[in-house]
């Protein structure tokens, strides 16, 4: 009586790309996992230069609209300027971009773009 083979060619075509995109990340964050992994640990003098957040609301809704759900959450990141001059932008935790303010000089250490510590003189 209905015909609904658009609408499961159309999912199909959906579910694939939906599950392409999360092999895709997951896939990219292994290799940056591994590339941070045979990168050297370097400690640099360096500065504090700025400080951001992003925060990200997500809603949920389950049953029809009759319960609602509200998860957010804050992302920081905190960029630094060495001798050179070069600027390096990190993600942190919050306590860490708690403790850190513009100007703090220093040393800083990571391993490719991930972030270990920075030791204030």
């Known amino acids: 009586m209905f015909d609904f083979g658009g609408f499961e060619t159309m ?3 959906v579910f694939i790309l939906v599950i392409g995109v999360f092999v895709v990340t997951f896939v990219k964050g292994i290799g940056q996992w591994h590339r941070n992994n045979q990168s050297p640990r370097l400690n640099v003098e360096a500065r504090v230069v700025s400080k951001r957040m992003d925060t990200r609301v997500h809603h949920d809704m389950v049953n029809d609209h009759m319960h609602n759900y509200t998860h957010t959450s804050t992302y920081y990141y905190v ?3 060495v001798k050179s001059h070069d600027r390096l932008e990190f993600a942190v935790n919050g306590r860490e971009y708690g403790m850190l303010a513009e100007g703090d000089i220093g040393e800083l ?5 991930r972030y270990i510590e920075f030791v204030r003189k």
């Open 11 to 13: 999912f199909t075509i």
């Open 109 to 113: 250490t990571f391993q490719g773009t």
């Open 79 to 81: 960029t630094f300027e």
